[in-house]
């Protein structure tokens, strides 16, 4: 796994920049009403490609 420490901007194509856009808008969509769990996020080749949502219901005694 490679990390970067400093984030560096790279110009995208429009269809690069619609994908980027569509993939954090997924992202939003999944965070939307999650009150606890987790998102995790599936990228291969700088797209995302699966969203999995874990949501936690807690039950708390009558």
Do not use: C, W, Y
Request: glycine share 6%; no cysteine; hydrophobic share 30%.
């Amino acid at each position: 796994m490679t990390s970067r420490t400093s984030f560096e901007p790279t110009r995208q194509t429009p269809d690069a920049q619609r994908l980027l856009e569509d993939g954090i808008n997924s992202v939003r969509e999944a965070l939307q009403g999650l009150r606890f769990g987790s998102v995790s996020l599936t990228v291969h080749e700088g797209r995302v490609v699966q969203i999995d949502v874990t949501e936690k219901r807690r039950l708390f005694p009558n």
